[in-house]
């Protein structure tokens, strides 16, 4: 069975400073893996996601994703954190269950980003 | 496109009242996914339809709960009778399969709020 961990529910960090956010995962295949952002009162959207392909993924607004098979790790970063990047991130494994292949998401990380 | 359309976005009800939310997946898209995102459970996935069809409803929480997808363009998540138990935010989101790999593209959710 696939499964993931975030392994901080709350992250904090200055603008401008790095973010790095955890995930571990568990998987008997290779796995997909993906990161979503919630921003406050919205929807789930898309950061990146990692499908087998280069280990090292680029997404959207800055941040990137390393796939360390060694490590069942899938952690996320950005260089220099900006004000608009408070939000809760998902982590979310691609698992194949009851027939079909389900998105099984983490617990999420809420980031806050201080001035 | 314009995305996952849900609506209302705003739902306050009182206990014992029918309750109906609507989707709209993108174009194209052939699989569709009710989600319930609360403080306590975070994420949960209700019900999987594929080419309209109800796949996976293991998620549904009990026979108050109802879906359907009458055509590839619409879908309803039906709360009849509601309970202060079933506030939470429902998100649609849809995709084009669930070949591992395919991301799901989320709606901005309903927020209900029974009273």
């Known amino acids: 069975a696939q499964s993931v961990t975030q392994l901080d529910s709350h992250v904090s960090v200055s603008e401008g400073t790095p973010v790095l956010l955890r995930c571990n995962y568990s998987?008997?295949?290779?796995?997909?893996l993906f990161w979503y952002v919630q921003h406050p009162n919205k929807g789930l959207q898309l950061l990146l996601k990692y499908t087998s392909a280069a280990t090292l993924v680029k997404g959207i607004n800055g941040f990137e994703a390393e796939f360390k098979k060694s490590e069942t790790s899938f952690h996320l970063t950005k260089p220099s954190a900006h004000m608009s990047d408070a939000a809760e991130y998902f982590c979310v494994v691609s698992g194949f269950s009851g027939g079909y292949n389900k998105l099984i998401f983490g617990a999420g990380t809420r980031l806050a980003v201080h001035p | 496109d314009a995305g996952v359309i849900q609506s209302p976005r705003h739902e306050v009800t009182e206990m014992g009242q029918e309750v109906t939310l609507r989707c709209k997946p993108i174009?194209?898209?052939?699989?569709l996914f009710w989600y319930r995102q609360t403080m306590m459970r975070g994420l949960e996935l209700l019900i999987y339809f594929n080419n309209n069809v109800p796949i996976d409803d293991s998620g549904m929480p009990e026979d108050r709960f109802s879906a359907k997808m009458p055509n590839a363009s619409f879908s309803t998540l039906k709360i009849q009778p509601s309970e202060p138990r079933d506030s939470a935010v429902y998100f649609c989101?849809?995709?084009?399969?669930?070949?591992?790999?395919?991301?799901?593209?989320f709606g901005p959710g309903t927020r209900l709020t029974v009273l």
């Open positions: 998987s008997s295949y290779s796995p997909s």
């Open positions: 989101a849809s995709s084009f399969s669930t070949t591992t790999g395919n991301e799901q593209f």
């Open positions: 174009s194209g898209h052939n699989s």
